[in-house]
C-alpha cells in the first residue's frame, strides 16, 4: 500500500510546477511562458508605491453633524420645545431632567451609529473580493486589495475584474461591463483591455495590471460619487408610520391633561409644560435604537455563525421567509464527488472502492482492467481538475470541479499514470462546459500524431434514443447517482461511446436534521439541481425532502404551468430566476442559495439572496444579501432563526413601552378624580421614562430567541409588526396603572407621600412587566442586570438626596418602599402567569 501511495503521488506531482504554500491553482495553460508575473519583493515595492487597490472611501461625517442629526429627530424635537419652556419658566429643575434624557438618547444615536459603520466595515472585510495572481511563477489567491500593477491575473468564469489591465492571453472570454458602460449585452475579449469592477461570464484569460485602486476605471467613477445615507428598513419605516400616529394620540391626550389642570385652576405654563412632557413620555422615543441595535446585534450574531449579512435589512427579513430554495450540491450534499461505478459496451459494469479525494483504492469488474483504459484515458484528458499531494496535515488537496477531480482519482484507482496520459496527449483545443450544451470537449494530439476529441456530458445529449446504455442510466440514476456519458472520436472516424461513469456527492451528515428543522419552522424546502430527475429524486428522499416516488419537475416543465414541487431536476442556473419569481407569485416570500456566476439574477431576485461564501463565485457574493462562510445549510436555518428573534424582540418592546406609555397617561387622567390632583411632577415623568426605556430596552433587544420560535409557522408577510398586540397592551397598562392608582389613593388616605409613592410605583411595576416578558426558558443574563440597575436608579430619585431634589421627591420608609414594590409585583405576576398559560 505504501509502495502504490508513494506511485500515485509522484504521479501527481508532476502535473504542475512547485507552488507556494499559498497556492490555490495551476499556472494558466493559455499564458506565455514569459508570463511569470511579480516576485513576492517586486509585488511589495508596487504595493508601497502604488497603494492598497482599494477605492477610498467617503468622508464620514463629523461629531457635530452626527448630533445634528439625531437632534432633527422629531421625539427630540419635542423635548427640546419642553426644555426650552421650561427654561422660559425658570424651572432649572425640569430643565436639567430634560436635558439629561436629550444628552443620553443623544449619546446612544451616536454611539450606535458609530458600531453600525464598524459592523458594516467589518462585513465588507469579510466579503471584501479576492484575486488569483502569479507571484514567483507559481498562481496564488490573494484579497484584491493587495493586486499591484504588473501583476498577472488569472481571470475565469464568475470572477470580478480585480483591476484595470492588458489582456496576455483570452479562450473564448466573455466579460459583462455593464457596472462601467450600462451595456447589458455581456462583450467577447479576445484581447484590449479589461476594467476592474466588470464580471466575467465566460471563458478564461489571463491580464497584466496597469492601473488599480483610484487610478482604475471603477475608482475614477466612484470619486464623483458622493456618499450615500442608508436607507431605512422595511421594519423602521413600519415602525415610524406607527410612532407618527402614537406621537398624534399622545398630543391629544396630552391637551387634555393640560385642560384638566386648567379647570383646577393650575398655572398656564405649568400645565403646558406637564402636557409635554407627558406626551414625550407616552411615546417610545428610544425605539429607533432599540430596533437599530437589534439589528447590528443580530447581524454581528449571524456573523459568529458563518452567515455574514451584506445588507441590515436582511436580518428582519430573514424572520419572514416561508420559501428556501437550496442547491443540492454542496449545501445538501458534501460537494465531495465520489466515482463508484464505471460502465463500458466492452467490459461491462466495473466499482470502485476508496473514499473521498484519496486517490489510494481499487477499481473491481468482469471486464478487466483493459477494457477501461480508453474509458479512464479520456476522462483524464477531458478534465480541468487537478489533485495536489497531501500536504502538512497529510490531505490531498482537489483544485478545481470537484466532479473533474473525483474522475482523476479514480483513474490513479485504477493504475493510470494521469501526468503520463496528459504528458503523452497535448491539449490542443477545447469547448468548456457548457449549462445549456450539457458537455465540454476537448481536443488533443496522440503520441502518433493523431488526433483525439474527447467529449464528456449529460447521457441524454450523448446517446442515441436507441443505444442500449441508456438502460444503464435509468438503473444508477434511480439509485441517486450522477451519470455522466464520455465518447471519443480519433481522427475522422465516427465517435464511438467510451462508456459511462456513476459519480455520487454522499449528503451532508446533519442533512435529514437540517431538513426536518426547517419543515418544523414550516419553511418550505425546495432542492434545485442539475442532475438527472431521477437521481434527485433518489437524494430528496434520502435528506427527508420529499417521499420516493414525490413528482419531479425539470427545467422543460418550467412555464407550462406545472404546479410547483419540492423537487427540480435538469435546471440550468438561469432557469432558477423563474423557480424563484413562480413562487413568489404564489405569495411566499422566497430565500434562494446559489455560487455561479448565472446564480445571480436569482439570488438578485429573491427576498433573501445566499451565496456560498466558501466555494462560490464572487458575482454570486456581490448580489446575494447572506454570504455563507461555512456552506452550510443549517447556517440559513440559524438565519431565519435570528431573523425571527429579532421580529420578536421588537415586539416585545413595543408591548412593554407602549403599555407603560398607556399606563402614565391613565394616571394623570384618573388621578385628580381620585383626589391625586398632580400624580406626577413633569421631571418625575421623565425620570421615569428614562429609566425603564433605557438599559431595559435595549436589554429586550438582545434577548436570546424563545426554544420553541423554529416551531412556528413564519408570519404573514403582510402582517403589522402589533398585529394582537393592542389587547396586550391595554390590559397590560391597565393594571400598571390600576396598581398605581391604588398605591396613590391609599397613600393619600393615610397621609404618606402619596407623590412619591406613586412615582416609585410607577416606575417598579413597569421594570416587573420587563421581567415578565423575557425569553422563556433562559437563565439570568442582561435583561435581569438592566431592570436591577434600572430599579436601583429609580429608588435613587427618592433615597438620594441631590436627585431627590432634582425630581420633586420625599425620602421614602423602608417598609413604604416594600409595600409599594408588593403592589408593583402585581402586574408583572398577572403578565407571568398568562404568558405562560399562553
Same mark, same amino acid.
Given at each position: ?28 495553460? !493559455? ?16 504595493? $508601497? ?20 442629526? /439625531? ?24 430643565? %436639567? ?24 466595515? $467589518? ?10 495572481? =502569479? ?5 496564488? &489567491? ?23 489591465? #492588458? ?6 472570454? /466573455? ?6 458602460? @450600462? ?154 464527488? /465520489? ?60 483544485? @478545481? ?13 485504477? @493504475? ?24 465540454? &470537449? ?74 426536518? !428543522? ?22 430528496? %428522499? ?12 425539470? *427545467? ?37 442559495? @446559489? ?11 429573491? #427576498?433573501?439572496?445566499? %451565496? ?16 455563507? !462562510? ?7 436555518? *440559524? ?115 402619596? /407623590? ?27 435583561? #435581569? ?7 436601583? =436608579? ?34 408583572? =405576576? ?9
Amino acid at each position: 500500500m505504501a509502495r502504490d501511495h508513494r506511485r500515485i503521488t509522484a504521479a501527481f506531482r508532476i502535473l504542475s510546477p512547485p507552488r507556494a504554500p499559498t497556492d490555490a491553482g495551476f499556472v494558466h495553460p !493559455t499564458l506565455e511562458n514569459d508570463a511569470v508575473g511579480l516576485t513576492s519583493g517586486e509585488a511589495e515595492s508596487a504595493l $508601497a508605491r502604488h497603494g492598497a487597490n482599494t477605492i477610498p472611501e467617503p468622508r464620514r461625517p463629523g461629531a457635530l453633524t452626527r448630533v445634528a442629526a /439625531q437632534l432633527r429627530d422629531p421625539m427630540i424635537m419635542l423635548l427640546l420645545a419642553a426644555m426650552a419652556l421650561a427654561v422660559a419658566l425658570g424651572d432649572l429643575t425640569d430643565t %436639567a431632567v430634560i436635558a439629561l434624557v436629550i444628552v443620553l438618547n443623544t449619546t446612544v444615536g451616536v454611539v450606535q451609529e458609530l458600531r453600525a459603520e464598524r459592523a458594516l466595515a $467589518a462585513l465588507r472585510q469579510l466579503s471584501a473580493p479576492a484575486a488569483r495572481v =502569479l507571484r514567483d511563477g507559481a498562481a496564488v &489567491t490573494l484579497p484584491a486589495a493587495e493586486v499591484v500593477p504588473g501583476d498577472v491575473v488569472l481571470l475565469e468564469a464568475g470572477d470580478i475584474v480585480p483591476a484595470d489591465g #492588458d489582456l496576455l492571453s483570452a479562450h473564448r472570454l /466573455q466579460v459583462d461591463e455593464a457596472a462601467l458602460t @450600462g451595456e447589458s449585452v455581456p462583450v467577447e475579449k479576445a484581447d484590449g483591455q479589461v476594467s476592474a469592477g466588470t464580471v466575467v461570464t465566460r471563458g478564461r484569460g489571463a491580464a497584466r495590471v496597469t492601473r488599480t485602486g483610484s487610478d482604475s476605471a471603477l475608482g475614477r467613477i466612484a470619486a464623483l460619487i458622493g456618499a450615500q445615507r442608508p436607507r431605512p428598513t422595511p421594519l423602521q419605516r413600519r415602525l415610524a408610520a406607527l410612532g407618527r400616529v402614537l406621537a398624534l394620540t399622545a398630543v391629544v391626550l396630552s391637551a387634555l391633561v393640560a385642560a384638566l389642570g386648567l379647570l383646577q385652576g393650575r398655572p398656564l405654563a405649568e400645565v403646558a409644560l406637564t402636557g409635554i412632557s407627558l406626551a414625550v413620555a407616552a411615546v417610545p422615543e428610544s425605539l429607533p435604537a432599540v430596533v437599530t441595535l437589534a439589528l447590528a446585534l443580530g447581524a454581528h450574531r449571524m456573523a459568529r455563525r458563518a452567515a455574514v449579512v451584506r445588507a441590515l435589512p436582511a436580518v428582519e427579513t430573514l424572520g419572514s421567509v416561508t420559501v428556501l430554495a437550496a442547491d443540492k450540491t454542496g449545501t445538501l450534499t458534501q460537494n465531495r464527488m /465520489q466515482v463508484e461505478r464505471l460502465w463500458t459496451p466492452a467490459g461491462g459494469e466495473a466499482t470502485a472502492t476508496g473514499s473521498g479525494y484519496d486517490p489510494v483504492g481499487a477499481v473491481q469488474g468482469d471486464g478487466g482492467r483493459e477494457s477501461r483504459t480508453d474509458l479512464l484515458r479520456d476522462v483524464v484528458l477531458c478534465n480541468d481538475g487537478d489533485l495536489l499531494p497531501p500536504d502538512g496535515e497529510g490531505k490531498w488537496r482537489p483544485v @478545481g470541479d470537484p466532479t473533474e477531480v473525483a474522475l482523476l482519482v479514480v483513474a490513479a484507482k485504477d @493504475g493510470m499514470a494521469v501526468a503520463d496520459i496528459r504528458a503523452a496527449h497535448p491539449r490542443v483545443a477545447e469547448v468548456p462546459f457548457d449549462s445549456t450544451a450539457k458537455r465540454m &470537449t476537448t481536443t488533443h494530439t496522440t503520441p502518433d500524431g493523431g488526433v483525439l476529441a474527447v467529449t464528456k456530458g449529460a447521457p441524454e445529449v450523448l446517446l442515441a434514443p436507441e443505444d442500449p446504455a441508456r438502460a444503464v442510466v435509468r438503473r444508477w440514476a434511480a439509485a441517486g447517482y450522477r451519470v455522466l456519458a464520455v465518447t471519443d472520436q480519433v481522427g475522422a472516424a465516427v465517435p464511438r461511446l467510451a462508456g459511462l461513469v456513476a459519480i455520487t456527492d454522499p449528503p451532508r451528515a446533519d442533512a435529514a436534521e437540517v431538513v426536518e !428543522t426547517f419543515r418544523a419552522a414550516g419553511v418550505h424546502l425546495l432542492m434545485i439541481t442539475g442532475d438527472h430527475p431521477d437521481t434527485a429524486r433518489a437524494i430528496a %428522499a434520502r435528506v427527508g425532502i420529499a417521499a420516493p416516488d414525490a413528482e419531479v419537475t425539470t *427545467g422543460d416543465d418550467l412555464g407550462d404551468g406545472t404546479d410547483a414541487t419540492q423537487v427540480y431536476a435538469r435546471i440550468r442556473p438561469e432557469q432558477k430566476l423563474a423557480v424563484v419569481e413562480d413562487w413568489q407569485r404564489r405569495g411566499h416570500i422566497v430565500a434562494m442559495t @446559489g455560487d455561479g456566476v448565472n446564480d445571480a439574477p436569482a439570488l438578485r431576485r429573491a #427576498d433573501i439572496g445566499v %451565496a456560498m461564501g466558501g466555494d462560490g463565485t464572487e458575482v454570486a457574493r456581490q448580489a446575494a444579501d447572506l454570504v455563507l !462562510t461555512d456552506d452550510n445549510l443549517r447556517t440559513v436555518a *440559524g438565519a431565519i432563526e435570528e431573523g425571527r428573534r429579532i421580529h420578536a424582540n421588537v415586539r416585545t418592546f413595543l408591548r412593554y413601552a407602549l403599555a407603560g406609555g398607556a399606563a402614565e397617561i391613565a394616571v394623570m387622567l384618573l388621578g385628580p378624580l381620585l383626589g391625586l390632583a398632580v400624580p406626577l411632577l413633569p421631571a418625575q415623568i421623565l425620570w421615569i421614562n428614562l429609566v425603564t426605556h433605557g438599559l431595559p430596552g435595549v436589554a429586550i433587544g438582545a434577548e436570546p430567541a424563545n426554544p420553541g420560535l423554529m416551531r412556528r409557522p413564519p408570519r404573514p408577510p403582510g402582517e403589522s409588526i402589533l398585529n394582537g398586540l393592542w389587547w396586550r397592551v391595554g390590559w397590560t397598562g391597565a393594571l400598571i396603572a390600576a396598581a398605581t392608582l391604588a398605591v396613590g389613593w391609599w397613600a393619600a388616605d393615610t397621609g404618606r407621600p402619596w /407623590q412619591s409613592m406613586v412615582f416609585v410605583c410607577l416606575g417598579l411595576a413597569q421594570l416587573g412587566v420587563a421581567v415578565a416578558l423575557r425569553a422563556r426558558g433562559t437563565r439570568p443574563r442582561f435583561l #435581569d442586570l438592566a431592570v436591577a440597575g434600572a430599579a436601583a =436608579l429609580h429608588l435613587a430619585g427618592v433615597w438620594f438626596p441631590p436627585l431627590a431634589a432634582l425630581l420633586g421627591t420625599t425620602p421614602l420608609t423602608g417598609s413604604d418602599v416594600l409595600a409599594v414594590t408588593a403592589v408593583a409585583a402585581v402586574p408583572a =405576576l398577572v403578565v407571568a402567569v398568562t404568558r405562560r398559560r399562553g
